[in-house]
């Protein structure tokens, strides 16, 4: 499955998130996230993106110029991520049926240049997706805007993303 777009959005009556996948050959997956599962995938995408962005940095032995690139490569893909276009809603079919699936489990597997997040559903089924740096970013700030507006107690989650600087003490030339 190629991933096209993502979509996250807050079910009050279910008191669930309602994460919508489209693929670039026109199919939707539709699954309920549960707060657990919410909790479990923001700690995921966090130690993702970090693991991630530390891989592609480890060009480098300087320290300083590591962080700098680090903190250049999260700024990018927070940049690249596309919160503009509309989701599309054109789509051709539904493998597993048009009503949302509840994810019970969700399983992180760390890849050298990816993260693969294996969605395990209520019905046994298994939904495993690939991510890159860029789409970890991505989904980690849309579930970060979606949060703010759910009453759901995640104080350090849903609180605006740090900004990594340099200690006052190094100085980079």
């Known amino acids: 499955m190629q991933i096209n777009q993502v979509n996250i959005g807050y079910q009050a009556a279910e008191d669930r998130l309602l994460m919508r996948i489209n ?16 909790i479990r995938m923001l700690t995921g995408l966090t130690q993702s993106e970090n693991q991630l962005v530390v891989h592609e940095s480890k060009t480098t032995e300087n320290p300083l110029l590591r962080r700098a690139i680090e903190e250049f490569d999260r700024e990018t893909g927070m940049a690249e991520s596309d919160a503009t276009t509309p989701f599309v809603t054109t789509v051709t079919s539904y493998p597993l049926g048009q009503q949302p699936l509840l994810v019970v489990r969700l399983d992180i597997t760390p890849k050298t240049n990816h993260v693969s997040f294996g969605f395990t559903l209520a019905s046994n089924q298994l939904i495993t997706i690939n991510l890159t740096s860029a789409m970890v970013t991505s989904i980690s700030n849309l579930l970060h805007k979606v949060l703010k507006k759910v009453d759901w107690n995640l104080p350090y989650l849903t609180m605006q993303r740090p900004i990594i600087s340099l200690p006052p003490s190094e100085t980079v030339h």
């Not at 693929?23 to 919410?38: G, I, M, Q, S």
């Open 23 to 38: 693929t670039h050959d026109a199919a939707e997956f539709r699954l309920w996230l549960t707060r657990a599962v919410v």
